[in-house]
């Protein structure tokens, strides 16, 4: 087997000008060593994977290094780098505080610094993971780290500054790392596809460094893995099929069915990015930042923001052209609400689909909240469109209400139809037909009939009001007034007779449906457990159609009676409104007010002899154990 060396050791940089993305650092490194005002103890701060080992030794090593060149970078081949990169080096210690953290740890180092360097100039110690070492171990640290001897340089590294106390960080210089851009990220990667022959897509390298998240050790790791996989060359399909990744494709595809509304290609293409494997929070949260890249497209001076291959911007610019603004922050605001939700919801492809379905009328929502007039409109649309049982329930209303006839038109005039009552079943002649008063007749305010023509028309053999629809009377009164269409006509007749109660019989009432009502409301609406308990031992009973309420207390019958909803409740669920419901006392559950009725607690003699009289062998032990009470 041979000995494999991963990618992130391999291809470690030697010197500042090969670490990735740290120029900052290293330019300030080099300058100090040329100007000779270099610190006697460092800082390197930053996430993870950017350099602040690399560095730590690259400097360790150009301190010592007896050839150095004429920009302060280490030879990589005198005795002194030689013995450094065989980790042979004496004036050079790595010390890893997540293991090496407490402080007889520290004293070890401190003793060390005491000796002086066998070889070269300082006696570097780079002490990496530091803030894992504990209080006792910092307070050990501070005076050693703040006057060490002058050819003792202390290098700290650590992922988490805010972990070291500051008077540490007050005795060091810091320099903070940045993150790995992708552009970099992805011209190191091609350089190492170029050293080992590997043939790469561009694309799928840049999905690598998206992948490894500013971290170049990250984005080394994942190389050799997609490498193992696709051998000599890695294409684009390898990559995202390894990383778990969604194509860019499939985002693509989505909202341009968003945008045309197809609700049905919408399910589609989630119901194929679920069977590929994928999880619904995954695709959301690939959604809006999709979202997210089309509305930086929109302007120029974003473009730059967008970390992807020149391929790629080409299609966000061409897509980011007809998606509107207002459909990108919406689509986000309902892709960000869906992401936090979707831990807390119990069908997730449910709720990620109906999240999806909103998005699909974004376009048609915010038509109609910028144009308010397009409602009326489309209400008025509506309701000239007859649907086909329009006609069926036109004639059952006409089935119950059989005075009423359709809109009429005398021939050859122009005056509009009218609404009626027919002649075969009313008498009056002169109701037959509502006529459509004057302009003049409608400015006219409205005059109370007189006493007299009340009596002239009351003598009219009319027909009862019992007989007639509350529609129709009020259009008999105000028929003069306003004109009503046939299916508002309907719309009336159908609202009064919704409105009509038929009562039950009080005699029909029994005693056991009061009692499941009773129950059924106690366990709905009942919270507190006193309130429940006194409704419950309530006794329930109906004489000649009322009901009454028996409590043994008056803090239950006041209890019972701030139950409000309670009788309207039972009446409505009974369907007798007006039952009468009354709540009493009942005299034979209250308890004696007289004190010599009450029972008396039992002494312990009572009780004594109580147990006496039921096992006599009570008396036996007493005696043998000389027992007394205390009253004797």
């Not at 974004?362 to 006609?391: C, F, G, M, W, Y």
């Not at 209303?397 to 005075?403: E, H, L």
């Amino acid at each position: 087997m041979s000995n494999f060396v991963v990618s992130a050791r391999k291809y470690r940089p030697q010197k500042f000008d090969e670490v990735v993305g740290q120029e900052h650092v290293g330019q300030t490194l080099k300058n100090a060593l040329k100007n000779d005002h270099l610190a006697h103890a460092f800082l390197f701060c930053g996430p993870r994977g950017v350099g602040k080992t690399t560095c730590a030794r690259i400097l360790a090593k150009v301190l010592n290094c007896q050839n150095k060149s004429d920009d302060f970078e280490p030879c990589n081949k005198c005795d002194s780098c030689q013995s450094f990169s065989g980790s042979s080096s004496f004036n050079i210690m790595e010390l890893d505080a997540a293991s090496n953290n407490s402080v007889e740890h520290i004293r070890t180092l401190v003793e060390q610094v005491r000796f002086q360097p066998q070889q070269g100039q300082y006696k570097v110690f780079i002490i990496d993971e530091v803030h894992m070492l504990s209080q006792s171990a910092f307070n050990a640290f501070l005076k050693t780290l703040e006057e060490p001897p002058p050819y003792a340089i202390f290098i700290l590294a650590t992922t988490e500054k805010h972990k070291i106390i500051p008077t540490i960080l007050s005795r060091c210089q810091i320099f903070d790392f940045k993150r790995i851009l992708i552009p970099n990220m992805v011209k190191h990667l091609q350089s190492i596809c170029a050293q080992e022959g590997i043939e790469a897509e561009k694309d799928a390298l840049h999905i690598i460094a998206q992948k490894a998240d500013g971290a170049l050790r990250d984005a080394l790791s994942i190389f050799d893995r997609i490498v193992s996989f696709s051998g000599k060359k890695i294409t684009y399909e390898d990559v995202i099929t390894n990383l778990n990744v969604l194509d860019y494709d499939y985002y693509f595809r989505f909202t341009n069915a968003l945008l045309v509304q197809d609700v049905s290609k919408v399910m589609l293409i989630f119901d194929e990015v679920l069977r590929n494997g994928f999880d619904g929070d995954l695709f959301i949260n690939g959604l809006a930042e999709h979202f997210r890249d089309l509305l930086i497209c929109k302007d120029e001076a974003t473009l730059k923001l967008l970390e992807v291959s020149e391929s790629l911007k080409k299609r966000y610019r061409e897509q980011a052209q007809i998606v509107p603004n207002s459909f990108l922050l919406t689509a986000l605001n309902l892709a960000n609400d869906c992401d936090i939700n979707y831990k807390m919801s119990r069908n997730k492809r449910l709720h990620v689909e109906m999240s999806l379905i909103k998005m699909a009328y974004i376009a048609q929502a915010v038509e109609l909240v910028r144009n308010p007039e397009a409602i009326e409109e489309k209400k008025k649309s509506d309701s000239q469109l007859v649907p086909p049982h329009a006609t069926s329930k036109k004639e059952s209303t006409a089935a119950k209400i059989p005075n009423i006839v359709a809109p009429s038109k005398p021939e050859g005039s122009n005056e509009p139809p009218t609404i009626g009552v027919s002649s075969a079943s009313n008498p009056v002649s002169a109701m037959d037909r509502v006529e459509e008063p004057s302009p003049n007749e409608l400015e006219r305010p409205y005059e109370e009939p007189s006493r007299e023509h009340s009596k002239e028309t009351s003598n009219v053999n009319l027909p009862k009001e019992e007989s007639k629809p509350s529609s129709l009377r009020n259009h008999s009164t105000l028929g003069t007034k306003k004109l009503l269409s046939l299916d508002e006509l309907d719309d009336e007749v159908e609202e009064h007779s919704s409105n009509i109660v038929i009562e039950k019989p009080h005699s029909e009432i029994t005693i056991k449906e009061i009692q499941l009502i009773w129950l059924d409301y106690i366990a709905s609406f009942v919270k507190k457990d006193t309130t429940r308990n006194y409704l419950k031992s309530a006794e329930l009973k109906l004489e000649s159609g009322e009901v009454t309420i028996l409590t043994s207390s008056t803090l239950g019958l006041e209890t019972i009676r701030q139950e409000s909803n309670l009788m309207d409740f039972v009446r409505t669920k009974l369907g007798t409104p007006s039952l009468n419901i009354e709540v009493k006392i009942d005299p034979s559950k209250v308890l004696s007010n007289n004190k010599s009725e009450r029972k008396r607690p039992m002494t312990d003699s009572e009780k004594y002899w109580k147990m006496k009289e039921r096992n006599p062998l009570v008396e036996e032990i007493r005696n043998r154990f000389d027992l007394k009470f205390d009253q004797e």
